[in-house]
């Protein structure tokens, strides 16, 4: 089969995280979820209280480590079950719970550094708010990249400031672009994380936050459907019937407008969105990982579409 679509081996209709990882490393490499151990500045009252209205009680990090172990142990817990499936891989240790650049300089040199020196750790991921990078960070930051992949994963959600507002996210569109710019300036690898389907957003709005995007010099972004959990403040708005959530066939057509007008080598990390099962209230359809990227899949086809069709170069 000849493969029609750059960033493909297998005529996949958009640039994947698997592909690019594949071919920067050459084999397997696995992120590995890490909780270390920090807050946030939107929860302590710093910025805000309470976080953001879909916060969930793990800090956006449902699948990360337990932070009463250390972090080599909780990197050596999730490397063991990966092992099963694959015994020669690599790692990225992915710093993921609340806001992993909130804490003295000292601090994050001595919970990165831990996970940078164990065997096989090819890279790291951090994700943060981007109004919470200080200079003395960002320098830190720009020196890890000299020496190892290093992405920093910055929470946007939307670009528009009256849902920012509605999900409590204390810190705007231009905070974000702040932020992106002091790591870019720096040669630092940005993957910008957006949210489709929160309270009051329409598709066109969703469309535009990816446009927005698209005329940034990202290195890749993650697009994540709104999951509401139990016990977050969004549970009780959608149980007050405040909002309506996606359905499967809108999600599908808003992702294939979004990847359309993205640039065709952005790396795509997620299309989709990954909760704790057990704290999931909906959408319950998207528990079908599989079949919301197979009904993605499906669409670009039938539109002869792809990644990067309706982009417009900045
Ligand atoms: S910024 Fe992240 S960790 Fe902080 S409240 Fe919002 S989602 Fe939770």
New binding site residues.
């Given amino acids: 089969m000849t493969n029609s679509f750059p960033y493909s081996d297998d005529n996949k209709r958009y640039h994947t995280w698997n592909y690019h990882l594949r071919h920067k490393f050459g084999e397997k490499v696995f992120k590995v979820s890490l909780n270390g151990g920090f807050t946030?500045p939107?929860?302590d009252g710093t910025k805000g209280v309470g976080?953001?209205t879909?916060?969930s009680h793990y800090?956006?990090g449902d699948f990360a480590g337990n932070p009463l172990e250390s972090l080599p142990e909780q990197f050596e817990q999730v490397k063991q079950k990966m092992h099963q499936k694959w015994p020669e891989a690599s790692y990225i240790g992915y710093f993921q719970a609340?806001?992993n650049t909130y804490a003295p300089l000292e601090e994050l040199k001595q919970k990165y550094e831990s996970i940078l020196q164990l065997p096989k750790v090819v890279g790291l991921s951090i994700s943060t708010?981007p109004d919470v990078l200080p200079n003395d960070v960002v320098d830190y930051l720009a020196e890890i990249n000299q020496r190892t992949y290093l992405i920093v994963e910055l929470?946007l959600q939307t670009i528009h400031d009256e849902t920012g507002k509605r999900i409590n996210?204390h810190h705007t569109y231009q905070d974000f672009l702040e932020g992106y710019e002091k790591l870019h300036q720096k040669g630092i690898p940005v993957c910008a994380h957006i949210i489709d389907g929160l309270p009051g957003e329409s598709h066109q709005d969703m469309l535009e936050t990816a446009q927005a995007l698209s005329q940034l010099d990202l290195h890749c972004i993650k697009i994540h459907l709104l999951h509401v959990l139990k016990h977050t403040v969004m549970a009780e708005q959608y149980q007050n019937g405040e909002f309506p959530l996606l359905r499967l066939e809108e999600y599908v057509q808003i992702i294939c407008d979004q990847l359309e007008v993205l640039p065709p080598e952005l790396i795509i990390q997620r299309l989709t969105g990954d909760g704790a099962k057990e704290d999931l209230i909906g959408p319950l359809w998207s528990l079908k990982k599989f079949v919301v990227l197979n009904e993605i899949d499906k669409e670009l086809v039938r539109r002869d579409s792809w990644q990067g069709k309706y982009y417009q170069k900045p």
Avoid: D, M
């Fill in positions: 946030c939107n929860i976080g953001c879909y916060c800090g956006s609340y806001t708010r929470g996210r």
